[in-house]
Structure formats: structure tokens, C-alpha cells
T-cell receptor, first 111, second 113 residues
Framework: NAGVTQTPKFQVLKTGQSMTLQCAQD?????MYWYRQDPGMGLRLIYY???????DKGEVPNGYNVSRLNKREFSLRLESAAPSQTSVYFC??????????FGSGTRLTVV | DQQVKQNSPSLSVQEGRISILNCDYT??????FLWYKKYPAEGPTFLIS?????DKNEDGRFTVFLNKSAKHLSLHIVPSQPGDSAVYFC????????????FGSGTRLLVRP
């Protein structure tokens, strides 16, 4: 039982390149989320999906797009990466009312 | 404007003593509050939660206190152990259809042997 799986774990991009961060959960949860973690800023919500087929913007959506492919998978796409998007990205799915199960993160560096 | 604030970026305590981590929030509509613990190179893991209708919740060595009038919550760890050394995030949420959580900036706890 893997919980929430994120790929890749590490990535280095050049400015302007694009990439997709993958996330999958095997817990049959409806809601899924993408957060970024930056020093001194905590975890900030990028996008979320309350159910299959729906997505909504969070606090910091600019420069990102998302796809809720099915109930299991929620991907985050950077169309044209910028150095300001250097961060650690966490995917999560909702675990009852008391919060989330997080993946182990993707550490992204944009040079 | 940060809705959830953790004003202490770090805290150092001696093993066996009490650790107190604090969190303030601005939105009185939050329905529930949670604490997460994060080790390096791992995702945050759920630690303890409290509903807005309670003022205290206990789970072993961990206790969360909620003071709604002050919009303040705290996490007490007694006794502190070296394995508790991690970053602790508080989070707040609304019981609407999105179940979005708003996180604080985190407090790094170091428990000295």
C-alpha cells in the first residue's frame, strides 16, 4: 500500500523548459492537492481538485497547470520553468476531515 | 496576508523537558486545526488535530490546546525526545467541499540529548 506516490524525486530544469510532476494515490480519496514548500514560507497551495474532473486555483497558481486524469492521478505541469519555481513540491490527498496524506516530495531546481 | 502564523522559526529544548510550539490564526471561521511533523527529505505526516468546538486534545506525549478568543493554538510535547527533532507545521481548515488546509511557515524543533 503505497499511499501517495510522486515522481520524479529530483529534477533540474533550465529556464524555459517544461515538465510534468506526477502524483498518484491508491486510497480512493476524492480530493487531491499540490503544495510548494519554500524556506520561511511554509506550504502554499498551488492547485487542488475536490473531485475527479474538477480543479481549482489555490494561493499561488501562476505558472502552473494541473490535470486530474482520473480519481487516482493528479499532475502538475510547468509550461515554461522559471528560477522562482525552484522549490520542493508536495502532492497530497484528503484523509477524512483531519487532513492529508502527503507524498515524499519532488525537489525541483530551475537554473 | 498570512492566515496562519508560526512566529518562532526554531526552538531548542533539552531531552525530557516540555516543548511548546505556538501558532496564531486570523480567520475565526476555521473549523479545525492540525499539526504536522516533517523530517528532512520526507513529506509532512499528520500528528494531532483539534476541532474548533474543543479546547484540548491529547494523544500520548502530544497535546494541542486551542484558545479561540485569542485565535491561538499550541502543541505541547512532554517529555521531549531526540526523535521529535523535526519541523512542525500547524494548519487550519474549513469544512467546506474543498477541505483546503492553510499552513503556517513551520517551526524547527531541536531536542538536545
Amino acid at each position: 500500500n503505497a499511499g501517495v506516490t510522486q515522481t520524479p524525486k529530483f529534477q533540474v530544469l533550465k529556464t524555459g523548459q517544461s515538465m510534468t510532476l506526477q502524483c498518484a494515490q491508491d486510497m480512493n480519496h476524492n480530493s487531491m492537492y499540490w503544495y510548494r514548500q519554500d524556506p520561511g514560507m511554509g506550504l502554499r497551495l498551488i492547485y487542488y481538485s475536490a473531485s475527479e474532473g474538477t480543479t481549482d486555483k489555490g494561493e499561488v497558481p501562476n505558472g502552473y497547470n494541473v490535470s486530474r486524469l482520473n480519481k487516482r492521478e493528479f499532475s502538475l505541469r510547468l509550461e515554461s520553468a522559471a528560477p522562482s519555481q525552484t522549490s520542493v513540491y508536495f502532492c497530497a490527498s484528503q484523509t477524512g476531515w483531519y487532513g492529508y496524506t502527503f507524498g515524499s516530495g519532488t525537489r525541483l531546481t530551475v537554473v | 496576508d498570512q492566515q496562519v502564523k508560526q512566529n518562532s522559526p526554531s526552538l531548542s529544548v533539552q531531552e525530557g523537558r516540555i516543548s511548546i510550539l505556538n501558532c496564531d490564526y486570523t480567520n475565526s471561521m476555521f473549523d479545525y486545526f492540525l499539526w504536522y511533523k516533517k523530517y528532512p527529505a520526507e513529506g509532512p505526516t499528520f500528528l494531532i488535530s483539534i476541532s474548533s468546538i474543543k479546547d484540548k486534545n491529547e494523544d500520548g506525549r502530544f497535546t494541542v490546546f486551542l484558545n479561540k478568543s485569542a485565535k491561538h493554538l499550541s502543541l505541547h510535547i512532554v517529555p521531549s525526545q531526540p526523535g521529535d527533532s523535526a519541523v512542525y507545521f500547524c494548519a487550519a481548515g474549513l469544512m467546506d467541499s474543498s477541505y483546503k488546509l492553510i499552513f503556517g511557515s513551520g517551526t524547527r524543533l531541536l531536542v538536545r540529548p
